[in-house]
């Protein structure tokens, strides 16, 4: 059965950190870009990071770049992604995705029909 889940959200004051794990299992993880997504209240989906998204690379979305990190242990088919200086506007849903070869995940349109999804985490920052 092929899974993708989420763990690691909370509650956490502006400023605190997060550690999220998106651990794979089922498929290949190797052969598959991994992206987190978040979704606001009200607000629409958006791409926050990825890795191995074409041509091995990562991403940071611009509101993020700084203060989240991106990683992956293959051994444990599992992605994490190290939040720091958390803020108020960080608050959201948390979901990863898999893409296989990471075309689609290079550009993060999160309306984009990824190969798997989690079913998400809380993040809530508090001020």
């Known amino acids: 059965e092929v899974q993708l889940v989420e763990s690691g959200g909370g509650l956490v004051q502006a400023g605190g950190s997060l550690r999220l794990s998106c651990a794979a299992s089922?498929?290949?993880?190797?052969?598959?870009?991994i992206g987190w997504f978040r979704q606001a209240p009200g607000k629409l989906r958006e791409g926050v990071s990825c890795?191995?998204?074409?041509?091995?690379?990562?991403y940071y979305a611009d509101s993020v770049k700084g203060r989240f990190t991106i990683s992956s242990d293959n051994a444990k088919n599992t992605v994490y992604l190290q939040m720091n200086s958390l803020e108020p506007e960080d608050t959201a849903v948390y979901y990863c995705?898999?893409?296989?070869?990471?075309?689609?995940?290079?550009?993060?349109?999160?309306?984009?029909?990824?190969?798997?999804w989690g079913q998400g985490t809380q993040v809530t920052v508090s001020s």
């Open positions: 890795i191995r998204c074409s041509d091995g690379t990562t």
């Open positions: 089922g498929f290949t993880f190797d052969d598959y870009a």
């Open positions: 995705a898999a893409d296989w070869g990471g075309q689609a995940m290079a550009v993060m349109n999160p309306l984009h029909e990824y190969d798997y």
